[in-house]
């Protein structure tokens, strides 16, 4: 398999990464250009990935192992308990992922302990914040704040 290439633009940020590593990566890349080298940097990590590697990893990641529950169960009881709320009561189906900082920024939680992506975005693991996030856009947005 071959290397990915890079295109002019991965090439125009790693010269501004060249100049001063830590500096640029912390304050002076745009967002923009830190996801495209980052996205260039997981793209050759991701070629470079073979088939037993991603075995191994699936069997010494508790990140990525299916789920253990039982989906039938878990789907009756959402059924039973949506039943049991008033009509008024508005269900919302989240994004797996919210903007990157939503934790440490919302709450008392390291960005340490949070799942990142390259995308400037984290894996949700408490629905907490991002329902506080979209509760503050529906109150804008109705005029309440």
Do not use: K
Request: hydrophobic share 40%.
């Amino acid at each position: 398999m071959t290397a990915p290439t890079d295109s002019a633009a991965v090439d125009r940020v790693w010269r501004q990464v060249n100049a001063g590593p830590r500096d640029a990566l912390e304050h002076r890349l745009n967002p923009a250009d830190l996801q495209t080298l980052r996205l260039a940097v997981t793209r050759r990590r991701a070629a470079a990935v073979t088939p037993a590697r991603l075995m191994s990893r699936w069997e010494d990641d508790r990140y990525v192992r299916p789920s253990t529950a039982d989906p039938r169960r878990i789907w009756r009881l959402e059924a039973r308990l949506w039943d049991l709320l008033p009509a008024e009561f508005t269900g919302i189906d989240l994004s797996p992922v919210a903007p990157l900082g939503v934790c440490s920024a919302l709450g008392p939680v390291s960005q340490d302990r949070v799942i990142s992506t390259v995308r400037g975005t984290e894996v949700v693991s408490d629905p907490t914040n991002v329902l506080a996030l979209e509760a503050a856009r529906r109150r804008q947005r109705s005029g309440a704040l």
